[in-house]
């Protein structure tokens, strides 16, 4: 079975998932960093827990949030990691979406385990930053790639839910859908995350739309081997509209034609892949 059949029924499986509430999950898998912790280390004081991280605890904890991660992953995607083997599964890099398949030796590296790396100052010799105490670091573990892809799918399927399901065309749908997550993803950057760190990397690497257009072509039913090519339309798309940072791009606002090119595009990858597929395929979608 090829790598296409991976991505849509990781689809299907995570999608359950994906329809609970984000923070629900978010506190559940909090939940399971701290009883691994309390596992290790026994019962924690609430003095322990105020105190400030120390480097012992700091390299302890991301290793328990790595094995967590894991343990989450193959919790929620286990029928479908066993009907496929996925540590031989063929395709691009660990043989699924976005490396999510990857077994813990291919996703460590063939040089076996690495020590998490302490915090360090910056390569601009500024201070270390300040160490967190042992109940926030506890509070903020986010190192699960299998819940920032339920994360995604969740963003997918509200998007294509509101494109209204009344005589729209497919083509149309499409196009709808990856509009309504550019201005999604550009809200949620702009204004829930206040534009953090928008200045070390090119403005629509912080949108998360190479993660997020292929679980929409997925769920729309796109065709193509490997959904995760959809996704690489976003940095050439991105250039075409904006090829400097001089030019009169006040970035207060998507860049004007971005999210419509973007849509186009998808379409036009779609219609290459098979030429047919929009005037004969029934409207199935999996979102």
Known sequence: MGIRALWDET??????HALRPADEL???????????W???????TEEQLDSLLSDDQFMVLRTIEGA????????LLGPVLSRHGHEDAPGRPFGGPHGLWGTPAQSTGTE????????RPDRFGAETPTRPSLRDML?????????????DIRDVHTSIAAVSQAAVAPVDRVRETVNRLCLGAWHHEVEVSQRRGWDDAEWWQYLNLERLLPWAAVALGLPGEHPDE????????AWSIVTSSFNPW???????????ALGEECVQLAHHKEPRWFTEVDWVGLG
């Open 250 to 260: 006040t970035a207060q606002a998507l860049p004007l034609g971005f999210a419509s």
């Open 11 to 16: 689809y299907e499986a995570l999608l359950p």
């Open 68 to 75: 967590c991660a894991l343990a989450w992953r193959d919790a």
């Open 230 to 237: 959809y996704g690489d339309l976003v940095e050439s798309v």
């Open 139 to 151: 509070f903020r573990v986010v190192s699960n790639e299998c819940l920032w892809t339920v994360d």
């Open 112 to 119: 076996g385990f690495h020590r998490p790396a302490l915090p």
């Open 26 to 36: 978010h506190r559940e898998y909090r939940g399971a960093v701290f009883q691994a």
């Open 38 to 44: 309390l596992t290790w280390r026994g019962d924690t």
